[in-house]
């Protein structure tokens, strides 16, 4: 199975920082990488796909790159609504494997 | 409007079984893979199971070949996840989602059924 690594596992920031969060993979996965972003109770939502494309709906300021095995999600300018969990996601083979979250929190 | 409405969940003795159901409404259920993720209570999310199209391809995650089955009936544009021989550890909130057609993203989920293993 494809391991995946998200780091750092926990964040604070202020509305308006700059975040970045990457994400390994075990093995080459091409850019077969997703993002999705969860908040407390609710399911996750897709925000990026194929590593750098952005799901429609999803805000401007969210952005990914990367290829092979390391990838990165962006997000420019940090809002309110932001504060959530965020998960990548390998979807270039079975089982499609989901790093281990990164909480982003209020500083 | 995509909708997926999950149902099924509840509490069970460990050791039980449970079938859980995922309504689809607002796409062409028979054209796209369908999964079923899981969040354990605090935790982070699990990848379970994924069918093909036409059922005929399946895939599970290592921990859950066995004791769970994933199927569909594309006339009643349902999805269904059969588990069986329940554990304590299976206690999770189960999403079923459709996967995107090219790139096999998790591009609309449900809102989740809970599922309590316990004595």
């Known amino acids: 199975d494809i391991q995946m690594t998200q780091s750092p596992s926990s964040l604070s920031a202020s509305v308006g920082d700059r975040v970045t969060i990457t994400c390994r993979a075990s093995q080459n996965i091409i850019i077969y990488l997703n993002w999705y972003q969860q908040k407390p109770g609710k399911a996750p939502k897709l925000l990026i796909y194929a590593a750098s494309s952005l799901q429609s709906g999803a805000p401007s300021r969210f952005s990914g790159s990367g290829s092979g095995t390391d990838f990165t999600l962006t997000i420019s300018s940090l809002q309110p609504e932001d504060f959530a969990t965020y998960y990548c996601q390998q979807s270039y083979s079975p089982p499609r494997t989901f790093g281990q979250g990164t909480n982003v929190e209020i500083k | 409007e995509v909708q997926l409405v999950e149902s099924g969940g509840g509490l069970v003795q460990p050791g039980g079984s449970l079938r859980l159901s995922c309504a689809a409404s607002g796409f062409t259920f028979s054209s796209y893979w369908m999964t079923w993720v899981r969040q354990a209570p605090g935790k982070g999310l699990e990848w379970v199971a994924n069918?093909?199209?036409?059922?005929?391809?399946?895939y599970y995650v290592d921990s859950m070949k066995g004791r769970f089955t994933i199927s569909r009936d594309n006339a009643m544009n349902s999805l269904f996840l059969q588990m069986n021989s329940l554990r304590a550890e299976d206690t999770a909130v189960y999403y079923c989602a459709r996967e995107g057609s090219s790139w096999r993203s998790a591009d609309y989920w449900g809102q989740g059924t809970l599922v309590t293993v316990s004595s």
């Open positions: 069918i093909k199209q036409d059922g005929s391809e399946k």
